[in-house]
């Protein structure tokens, strides 16, 4: 975990993105313990040459290749010297650098297909700007805050089991149980399911309810004439229907007189429950 | 007036109680007045924390969550009438009705007012008591009147309550069951239903 | 005035808002707004909500805690003010990744899809399988394919859970890379080497 995780806990001579090493003696003889640091402060041998370079301001487009090469190979040459497990890519770059170098002092340069000078240095050039802007963005990366370490979430109780849940249910699945009982309905042949104009139905409920208790109202009572002409000749086709289906009574005592509606057998059903009452 | 106004101003409480707050919704426990105490470097007393948490207590009165104390400490919880709310989130395994309640409840809507002799005869099976019980006391059926036959049975029809409950305004938003002839084939295999089912 | 209010109003949008803060209240996950719709049997329009998450966010502004909208939605967090105060709570401080973490979290995250090899070739030395199964296990990368070349290897590419834990909304959000020219850094501090060491 060490490896992946710095707990904060970085000693002042090796930040992790700040210089990485300030406090180091330039004779070279860097004693195993701070070797260690040291080597462990850079990510690679790209991140080593490029501290190498920066810190002396070279313009990284004309590297100084035997001067740069010479210090590398004494960073290498004292991480070898004390016996330190050096990680194969430090190795690889060094015969890197000692290889530009050496084509460097050729006399004639190489040119490629286009007839351009090839500079040896390029490739290397291009590998350290890439590196250097990834660590740059890594560093930014890092500043921006992060959930958990530089800002809470907010995390209030729900205690879902406190009440009873009931069952959502939707017209869709209204429409897919009615499916289900069409379906059956065909293979049933004697089933006849009819299908009606809704609002009709919805109106007879509507007009029982306000019928309840036995109440008698006027006829005209049940049509509301401030909802339009449609819900008038709904209402009036609802009446019919509980007429005929024998769910209201309608009655008018002679030809013009007021037309009452009332509930079939209201009077019955009250006259039940006084007879209950008396029991 | 109290004490504490004497020593804290109206800044500093309120900078107070904004920490409170924060640190009471990013909790994941409750947190006693000894733990809020240790959120400052100088803090108030346990009589000044109480007061302030008193006043940001109430001042979320009529909000979806509350700021209740509990035995062991200040938290802040979802009120219970935001449940069906936040449950719609986490359908986790949402209960559902059975066919039998979801097609008494359907011929019910699409037939009202009927009286269960009726669903019975469109069902085909028995409509048990329980089903018609626990659409009632959802407060989604309600009885209309009795149907003028021997034994006046109850005429059942659909509330005011259960149209809100599904988003309707009407029965007619329903979806029309015209359309719905083409969409079905007639049952193949005929499984028997059993007669209590709900 | 909008055309949102000549269809909802006062006492409805209060209604929303207040559903809307403690369903983003208790919620562990950032939520958008198709998510939130759920939360009502009718539900506004998705521009409604976020006119009134807007309009939510805006009445948190000066508390310890915000509402923000990231990649994969809306979340309340603490602000950043709050921290100070609320580490006092939790003194453990939570463990910064090491510059080989950042650095492979930031290929993944400039050069995505990348595979293993092409990090590694960056950054000039192995990457170690314990960095890319630390940031997997953070749910920050994930594997999105594999390149068609000899032996497959995994692309990696950062999550939406990357981006919400960063406060991002989006890969754009990320600080623009240093144009490659211009990568000189100043180094006000730098110890010229001494001259006999070429």
Redesign the interface.
């Known amino acids: 975990?060490n490896?992946?995780?710095?707990?904060?806990a970085v000693d002042a001579v090796a930040h992790?993105?700040g210089?990485p090493v300030?406090e180091l003696p330039?004779d070279?003889y860097i004693p195993p313990d701070a070797l260690r640091v040291l080597l462990e402060s850079f990510?690679?041998?790209?991140?080593l040459l490029l501290y190498?370079i920066?810190?002396?301001?070279i313009d990284?487009l004309d590297i100084p290749m035997?001067?740069v090469t010479?210090?590398y190979m004494?960073y290498v040459d004292a991480m070898q010297a004390s016996r330190l497990e050096l990680?194969a890519?430090y190795l690889l770059?060094a015969a890197m650098l000692i290889e530009i170098k050496s084509r460097l002092l050729l006399p004639r340069p190489s040119v490629s297909d286009e007839g351009d000078e090839l500079d040896p240095r390029a490739e290397l050039v291009r590998?350290l700007?890439?590196?250097?802007?990834?660590?740059?963005?890594?560093?930014?990366?890092?500043r921006?805050?992060?959930?958990?370490?530089?800002?809470?979430?907010?995390?209030?109780?729900?205690?879902?089991e406190?009440?009873v849940?009931?069952?959502?249910?939707?017209?869709?699945?209204?429409?897919?149980?009615?499916?289900?009982?069409?379906?059956?309905?065909?293979?049933?042949q004697h089933?006849k399911?009819q299908?009606?104009a809704?609002?009709v139905?919805?109106q007879?409920?509507h007009i029982?309810?306000l019928?309840?208790g036995g109440r008698y109202l006027p006829f005209e009572a049940l049509f509301d004439t401030a909802r339009g002409v449609p819900l008038l000749v709904v209402t009036f086709i609802a009446v019919l229907e509980l007429v005929k289906?024998?769910?209201i009574v309608v009655t008018q005592d002679e030809g013009y007189a007021p037309i009452y509606v009332r509930?079939?057998?209201a009077d019955t059903?009250r006259e039940g429950s006084l007879v209950e009452q008396g029991a | 007036m109290s004490e504490l106004d004497s020593r804290l101003d109206e800044a500093e409480r309120a900078h107070l109680k904004k920490v409170l707050e924060a640190a009471l919704l990013v909790a994941s426990e409750p947190l006693p007045v000894a733990t809020l105490k240790q959120l400052f470097a100088v803090p108030p007393s346990a009589a000044q924390l109480n007061e302030l948490l008193d006043e940001l207590a109430h001042a979320w009165n009529g909000r979806g969550v509350e700021l209740v104390r509990l035995a062991s400490g200040w938290r802040f919880r979802a009120r219970l009438e935001m449940q069906p709310y936040l449950e719609r989130l986490n359908p986790d395994k949402p209960p559902r009705y059975s066919r039998a309640v979801m097609e008494t409840l359907a011929i019910i809507a699409y037939k009202q007012p009927v009286t269960r002799g009726e669903i019975e005869e469109i069902r085909g099976v028995t409509v048990s008591s329980a089903i018609i019980q626990a659409l009632k006391e959802r407060d989604w059926i309600d009885v209309v009147g009795h149907k003028e036959v021997p034994g006046r049975p109850e005429l059942l029809a659909t509330t005011r309550h259960f149209l809100d409950d599904l988003g309707l305004s009407g029965l007619s938003d329903l979806p029309p069951l015209a359309e719905l002839g083409n969409l079905v084939l007639p049952q193949a295999d005929a499984v028997p239903e059993p007669a209590n089912d709900a």
Do not use: C
Not at chain 1, 43 to 47: F, S
Not at chain 1, 54 to 57: D, E, G
Not at chain 1, 129 to 134: C, K, P, R
Not at chain 1, 144 to 160: I, T, W, Y
């Open positions: 975990m490896a992946v995780v710095d707990a904060g992790l993105f210089e300030t330039h070279l990510e690679g041998p790209l991140d190498l920066r810190r002396q301001n990284i035997a001067a010479a210090q004494q990680a890519e770059m590998r700007l890439e590196y250097e802007q990834i660590k740059l963005a890594a560093y930014e990366l890092d921006l805050p992060q959930a958990g370490r530089d800002f809470q979430l907010v995390a209030v109780l729900f205690e879902k406190a009440v849940r009931l069952p959502d249910v939707s017209p869709a699945d209204l429409r897919q149980a009615w499916l289900g009982i069409l379906a059956r309905a065909r293979r049933q089933h399911v299908l009606e809704l609002s139905r919805e007879m409920s029982l309810r019928l309840a289906e024998k769910h509930q079939a057998g059903a």
